[in-house]
C-alpha cells in the first residue's frame, strides 16, 4: 500500500489504551495527518474508524478483541510477542487483523516521558496481517510515520521479541550492575551513570558501524586474562551476587573474541 494514497490518509484509526505505546502513537498519526480517535480507555471501543489498533498489555488483548469486535473492518495490536490469534474475537465478528510492532523502548508511565518518544522516523516496525489488506494497511500505517517495515509471521514472533529484549532490557539491566558495581570505586550512581552513558553511547555507535565483533574491545579481546581476573576480585567483593552474571560475560565475549568473524 502506498503510505501516501487517499485511502490512509482520509481512514480514521481508533486506538485503545492511553499507555506508553497509545499515546505517543496518537500523537505521531495526528502529526502526519491522519484521523485519529483515542487512545481511548480500555474497555471502550472507538466509533466510526476504519482500523482499530489495540495499545494495551498483551494479557489484555484477546479481552479488549472482544470488546471492539464488529467496530471496525480491521482490528490490530501493536504486541511484538503476542499471536494474531489473540484478535479471534475480532476476527470472528468479521474483522481482518494486523500486527503493528515499533521496534523501540517507550520508557515513562506517568507523564514523564522522554521527549520526542512520539518521533517513530527510522524505527523498525513489524507487522502481520491474515489478509492481503491488513497487512498493507499496517504496512503503510508504518511507512507514513517513517518506519522501516518487515514483516514477522506468528511462528517467528518469540525468536523476534527475545531479541529485542535482549538488546533493550538486558542492556539496562548490565548498566544497572555496571552502576552496582562502580559503587565499590566510591562512585555515587548518578556520577557513575553520568560517567558510563557516553561510554555506552560509543559503544553503540561502534556496533552500528563495525558489527560486535570489530567493535569489541578491552581485556578480553586483547587477551588481557589478568586484569579479568583482577576485575573478577573486584565484582567479587563489591557485588559478589553479580560474580555468576559475571563469569557468564566473560564466558560469551571470550566467545565473540574469539570467533572466525572477529578482526
Sequence with gaps: MDPNSDSLNTARVGLVGPGRVGTPLAL??????????GPVGRGEAPGGCRAIVLCVPDAEIPAAAAVVA???PLVGHTSGATPLTALEQAARAGAAVFGLHPLQTFAGSDGHAPERSHDFRGVGCAVAGSTPEALGFAAGLARVLGMTVFEIDDEGRAAYHAAASVASNFV?????????????????????????VPLLRRTVDN????????????????????????????VAAAAPHLLELFDQ???HTNALAHSEAHV
Excluded: K, M, N
Excluded at 556496533?207 to 569489541?216: D, I, M, Q, V, W
Excluded at 589478568?226 to 576485575?231: G, K, P
Design 249 to 251: 560475560l566473560v564466558h
Design 28 to 37: 505521531a498519526l495526528r502529526e502526519v495527518g491522519i484521523d485519529v480517535d
Design 70 to 72: 464488529g467496530a471496525a
Design 207 to 234: 556496533l552500528a558501524e563495525l558489527g560486535p565483533e570489530r567493535a569489541l574491545t578491552g581485556p578480553i579481546a586483547r587477551g588481557d586474562e589478568s586484569t579479568v581476573a583482577r576485575q573478577r576480585d573486584a
Design 172 to 196: 539496562l539491566t548490565l548498566a544497572a550492575a555496571a552502576e552496582r558495581i562502580a559503587g565499590d570505586a566510591g562512585l555515587e550512581r548518578e556520577d557513575a551513570r553520568a560517567l558510563l
